[in-house]
T-cell receptor, first 113, second 115 residues
Framework: DAKTTQPTSMDCAEGRAANLPCNHS???????VYWYRQIHSQGPQYIIH???NNETNEMASLIITEDRKSSTLILPHATLRDTAVYYC??????????????FGKGTKLSVKP | NAGVTQTPKFQVLKTGQSMTLQCAQD?????MSWYRQDPGMGLRLIHY???????DQGEVPNGYNVSRSTTEDFPLRLLSAAPSQTSVYFC??????????????FGPGTRLTVT
């Protein structure tokens, strides 16, 4: 799996958009970008994933650059409950051992009132 | 659906004791896995299974055994607990093949302390 680089921590004001960057410069053509988050003491929660097109769901938007070497997770209106560690993971969308998620240290997002 | 359930939520063991952490899912997922998370660290993969009767080692398998006799259950056994195994343990599951994505669902975790 390709390595990812994320900032250690970020702050965001409540109600504003939170933009979390991720670099994955060695991503291969068949690897997807997945985002998970972990709210304190809980199990990680799936947010969104994409291959090359921008994606949006009820939780967030994922913007992937045209060269696919970086991406940005956008939480459009951050709330205090979005305070969590956010993990960017690249992986093949196959089964078997390629289903294993390799977690880095992620970005600690603090949403402040 | 209950999703992924783990028992117990908390456990204290003495060095050398053995125990089994239980994990069950009711989503008919083929893939299941166990992670451990130490303070301030990301999750590390212990063992995983791509279906009943099939298991394999992850990044940190030493000191742990697993088996997968049914699709629903994936217990993790600590053979002889050591203080280095003090951690939070998470179980996860997902489909093995799915055109729409292979997102994993995580349980609430088991907090284990070995004294």
């Amino acid at each position: 799996d390709a390595k990812t680089t994320q900032p250690t921590s970020m702050d965001c004001a409540e109600g504003r958009a939170a933009n979390l960057p991720c670099n994955h410069s060695t991503i291969s053509g068949n690897e997807y970008v997945y985002w998970y988050r972990q709210i304190h003491s809980q199990g990680p929660q799936y947010i969104i994933h994409g291959l090359k097109n921008n994606e949006t769901n009820e939780m967030a938007s994922l913007i992937i650059t045209e060269d696919r070497k970086s991406s940005t997770l956008i939480l459009p209106h951050a709330t205090l409950r979005d305070t969590a560690v956010y993990y960017c993971i690249v992986r093949f969308n196959y089964g078997g051992s390629q289903g294993n998620l390799i977690f880095g240290k992620g970005t600690k997002l603090s949403v402040k009132p | 659906n209950a999703g992924v359930t783990q028992t117990p939520k908390f456990q204290v063991l003495k060095t050398g004791q053995s125990m089994t952490l239980q994990c069950a899912q009711d989503m008919n997922h083929e893939y299941m896995s166990w992670y451990r998370q130490d303070p301030g660290m990301g999750l590390r993969l212990i063992h995983y299974s791509v279906g009943a009767g099939i298991t394999d080692q992850g990044e940190v398998p030493n000191g742990y055994n697993v088996s997968r006799s049914t699709t629903e259950d994936f217990p993790l056994r600590l053979l002889s607990a050591a203080p280095s195994q003090t951690s939070v343990y998470f179980c996860a599951s997902s489909y093995s093949t799915r055109a729409s994505g292979l997102e994993q669902y995580f349980g609430p975790g088991t907090r284990l302390t070995v004294t």
